[in-house]
């Protein structure tokens, strides 16, 4: 059974004060690593799709990158604005399937 | 969110009452999906669809039934709610089952099961 476990929970942090937070999965033969980031009241926005070990996707101050066993999503010089859930999903490469299964997320705060 | 609209929005209706959700896409992608939001469990699907007629079960299907007779609109029913279908819903669309661009999601219905 796919399994994404997102750590921490929740994250809280001063302006500036970069951090990683982290997503481990268990698959057999993954297909894609998916970030998404959801604001209170709204559905998850997509960030990012890794494929591969080694694979890094930037925007903004984000930057997710992908291992055999995990992906992080570091997070530079953080601002209030992005406080939000940040949700990882996976997919398999194998089955019949391609549902991606969700974490069930890391809340963080940034504060001014 | 632009291209996927969600009705309604919020909605409290009582035991045992029939619960039709909608999800309405200006996109024509192929792909749909309902899924449920609930605090310590992330987001679960319950049913998608990959065209019209076309619909699969997901992990928490019972009590839930979908319809596809447009592109367009999807359809998610709860036959019979109980409390424990209070949630928050999700539609998403994509263009492709394994594409890389992700889903997009709708901004969800808040529905409460009293």
């Known amino acids: 059974e796919d399994q994404v476990t997102q750590s921490p929970e929740a994250l809280r942090l001063q302006e500036g004060e970069s951090s990683s937070l982290n997503c481990s999965y268990t698959?057999?033969?993954?297909?894609?690593l998916f970030w998404y980031r959801q604001d209170p009241g709204k559905g998850p926005e997509f960030l990012f799709t890794?494929?591969?070990a080694g694979e890094e996707k930037e925007k903004e101050r984000l930057k997710a990158t992908l291992t055999k066993k995990e992906s992080f999503l570091h997070i530079t010089a953080p601002k209030p604005e992005d406080s939000a859930t940040y949700l990882c999903?996976?997919?398999?490469?194998?089955?019949?399937?391609?549902?991606?299964?969700f974490g069930r997320g890391t809340s963080l705060i940034v504060h001014p | 969110d632009a291209g996927i609209t969600q009705s309604p929005r919020h909605k409290v209706t009582e035991t045992g009452t029939p619960v039709t959700l909608r999800c309405h896409q200006t996109?024509?992608?192929?792909?749909m999906y309902w899924y449920r939001q609930d605090p310590g469990h992330g987001l679960r699907l319950i049913h998608y669809?990959?065209?019209?007629?076309?619909?699969d079960k997901g992990e928490v299907s019972d009590g839930y039934s979908v319809s596809r007779s447009k592109t367009e609109d999807f359809l998610l029913t709860l036959e019979s709610a109980t409390s424990s279908q209070t949630s928050v819903y999700f539609c998403?669309?994509?263009?492709?089952?394994?594409?890389?661009?992700?889903?997009?999601f709708g901004s969800g219905t808040r529905l409460t099961v009293v």
């Open positions: 996109e024509n992608h192929r792909y």
């Open positions: 698959v057999s033969g993954l297909r894609g």
């Open positions: 669809s990959y065209g019209v007629k076309d619909t």
């Open positions: 998403a669309i994509s263009d492709s089952d394994r594409g890389p661009s992700g889903y997009t």
């Open positions: 890794l494929y591969s």
């Open positions: 999903a996976v997919q398999a490469a194998s089955g019949g399937s391609y549902i991606p299964t």
